[in-house]
């Protein structure tokens, strides 16, 4: 059973920085790609970075220059560094992943999801 459990979630003020974690198991996590996406309430679920199976990332435009996506293929951990964050990337956030090892940029590419966490950016 494929499990994706995120976490680092939290308040944290405008600039301010947060690191997620997604803990994947139940599959081969070192030959698939990874992605984090957010929905803010109201919103559509947006991709905001995506990873496949050997590093090669991709990157929001909305985030880019703020957020990196990173793998450990050793300890089957996908993360989400976001630094200088805005209230507008207040959302809950969840990892995905497909039946690819590339990257994956679009949402209906991904067949499963975590259960999210919530990035609360307010002062």
């Known amino acids: 059973e494929v499990q994706l459990v995120e976490s680092g979630g939290g308040l944290v003020t405008p600039g301010g920085s947060l690191r997620l974690s997604c803990a994947a198991s139940?599959?081969?996590?070192?030959?698939?790609?990874m992605g984090w996406a957010r929905q803010a309430p109201g919103k559509e679920r947006e991709l905001v970075a995506a990873i496949n199976w050997i590093g090669g990332k991709t990157i929001s435009d909305s985030v880019k220059g703020r957020f990196t996506i990173s793998r450990d293929n050793a300890k089957n951990t996908v993360y989400l560094e976001m630094n200088s964050l805005k209230p507008e990337d207040t959302a809950v956030y969840y990892c995905?992943?497909?039946?690819?090892?590339?990257?994956?940029?679009?949402?209906?590419?991904?067949?499963?999801w975590g259960q999210g966490t919530q990035v609360t950016v307010s002062s």
């Open positions: 995905g992943t497909g039946r690819s090892r590339y990257i994956q940029t679009d949402l209906s590419e991904y067949v499963y």
């Open positions: 139940g599959f081969i996590f070192s030959d698939k790609g």
